[in-house]
């Protein structure tokens, strides 16, 4: 098995683009749940298994290398997440505060992409769209949509508004 215990960078920095030109490197396909976890035993795209120690969080397009020296290449499931699109919507203060109260009141992690927003998908879709359906105007766009599970990181902590339920908000993200 081979064992990949030493984060390089990621895929498009100069010296690992470099590296990864001259090699025929593994490739790894992680749910969000396993990028997080510091020890995951899994298998290449190849069929090789192989572990991962590298005890960080793992983004799409990171590098590691194993004990060999052996290049591996991390990509990441996407996941779903519902898509409200504003582009020429004429939203009132009012029906944004609505909204806002919907989504932190079941705790949905948000993200802004240009005039979008993206709320990640940890229960049935359909349930989402019914919960915010009453709060959204007519129009803007609702749509569903595969995406990095990256596109909900580094918000900021978790805290607590003290009501003992701990939570964190969103930040804008690039796409």
């Known amino acids: 098995m081979l ?3 030493a984060y390089l960078g990621h895929r498009e920095e100069d010296r690992i683009a470099r590296r990864l ?3 025929d490197a593994h490739r790894v396909v992680l749910s969000d749940t396993d990028r997080r976890r510091s020890h995951v035993r ?4 190849e069929g090789r298994e192989l572990g991962v120690a590298v005890g960080r969080i793992l983004g799409n397009g990171a590098v ?3 004990e060999s020296g052996a290049l591996v290449v991390v990509e990441l499931e996407p996941i779903e997440a519902l898509v409200i699109g504003f582009d020429g919507s004429d939203v009132a203060a009012t029906t944004a505060l609505e909204l806002g109260h919907v989504i932190g009141n079941h705790h949905w992690e948000l993200a802004i992409r240009e005039t979008e927003a993206l709320i990640r998908g940890g229960e049935s879709l ?3 769209d019914a919960a915010l359906s009453e709060s959204l105007p007519a ?6 949509e595969h ?3 990256t596109t909900f990181d580094e918000a900021p902590e978790p ?5 003992g339920h701990a939570h964190a908000h969103s930040r804008e993200v690039e796409r």
Request: glycine fraction near 4%; charged fraction near 30%.
């Open 3 to 5: 064992i990949a215990d």
């Open 21 to 23: 030109a001259e090699t």
């Open 42 to 45: 899994t298998e290449t795209r």
């Open 64 to 66: 590691l290398e194993t």
């Open 126 to 128: 359909e349930r989402m």
């Open 139 to 144: 129009d803007v766009t609702v749509h569903h």
């Open 147 to 149: 995406v990095l599970p």
């Open 159 to 163: 805290h607590s508004h003290g009501d």
